[in-house]
């Protein structure tokens, strides 16, 4: 009986394995971003300076984005040392995402006539304003869900035309471990990174067969300018609760992200604890590793599940193959 059961098992395991290599899109890797134009939201400082910094040492034109102009003056003289050429192009925009769609689309075409098409968008930008939910300004609310998510979501939707167009480009979303559990005092700045998420894991069906791809970046406490400002506000109860995830570098996160970005990955994470959480919270069907971990470490609801986010992706692809036969037949 033990026997057949185990037959059952490994033979569900393998038909999901051969089901996620089949359905997978593959990847172009990067090796480097040579002559690729790379944006930055957020780039005066922390992991946005930083990504900025790691694009200008792979070889890319690099624009970062930001409100102030003097910060943003002082990361470029940071940044142009990391670059590999003179012809490197390096600059800043001065602008604020919490504004509406048509001025980010106007500062981004602008940088696109400048410089080059888009090819990398990375959108850093964001904050973080700790505090139990009722007794937070909702002045305070609106400005992190219009950051947070506003500023991520209408610059995205300015470059991805464009991208699909050229059939290349790549898109990181700066979402949070808040993102995936949710934790006293973060209510407010949770609900913003958990709508990154989401449009994130939407968009990941989206751009199936478009060859544009999306990275969803979890970090956890990473020692930037914006932690210190969060732990102005932080209840003792999160900064004990953070406290255990460790706290990373701008540096190892933005390296961490690029690169993963630059191979295809889906979600990038950080450490034991973001593997964990991206594992039981995420639909990580990326390759057939995850496939394995979550099957043989998760049990049965888990192997359903797989299923089911397979059967979606193959809709797609269904409804992505009947769309180019229309388009052939006409």
């Known amino acids: ?145 219009d950051l947070n998510y506003f500023g991520t979501a209408y610059s995205t939707k300015y470059v991805l035309p464009g991208m699909k167009i050229r059939g290349e480009g790549i898109v990181v979303f700066v979402s949070s471990e808040a993102a995936l559990l949710g934790i006293y005092g973060y209510s407010a700045y949770s609900g ?6 989401g449009l994130a894991e939407s968009l990941f069906m989206e751009l199936i067969g478009t060859g544009v791809r999306l990275t969803l970046a979890f970090p956890p406490d990473t020692d930037t300018p914006g932690l210190k400002n969060e732990d102005l506000t932080k209840p003792k109860e999160t900064k004990l609760i953070s406290s255990g995830g460790g706290l990373q570098s701008p540096e190892s996160v933005a390296k961490t992200m690029i690169h993963d970005a630059m191979t295809g990955r889906k979600y990038s994470v950080f450490g034991l604890s973001g593997m964990m959480m991206s594992l039981l919270n995420c639909g990580s069907i990326d390759s057939l590793s995850q496939v394995l971990v979550q099957i043989s470490c998760m049990g049965l609801l888990r192997t359903i599940m797989v299923g089911v986010l397979i059967s979606f992706h193959k809709i797609v692809w269904d409804n992505l193959k009947e769309k180019k036969e229309s388009i052939k037949n006409k």
Not at 192 to 197: D, E, I, L
Request: hydrophobic share 45%; aromatic share 8%; with cysteine.
């Open 1 to 145: 009986m033990f026997i057949i059961l185990g037959v059952v098992i490994l033979a569900i395991i393998l038909a999901l394995a051969f089901a996620v290599y089949y359905s997978s899109e593959k990847q172009t890797v990067y090796t480097d971003l040579k002559d690729k134009h790379v944006v930055v939201t957020g780039g005066s400082s922390g992991i946005g300076k930083a990504a900025a910094e790691e694009a200008a040492r792979l070889g890319a034109h690099v624009t970062i984005i930001g409100r102030d102009v003097s910060k943003l003056s002082s990361a470029l003289d940071e940044i142009i040392k990391y670059r590999l050429n003179k012809d490197q192009k390096i600059q800043f925009a001065s602008l604020d995402l919490t504004t509406d769609y048509n001025s980010i689309a106007k500062c981004l075409s602008d940088l696109e006539a400048t410089v080059a098409p888009i090819f990398m968008l990375v959108n850093c930008a964001g904050m973080c304003i700790c505090g139990q939910f009722e007794q937070m300004k909702h002045e305070d609310i609106k400005q992190m869900i």
């Open 192 to 197: 913003g990174k958990w709508a990154v998420r």
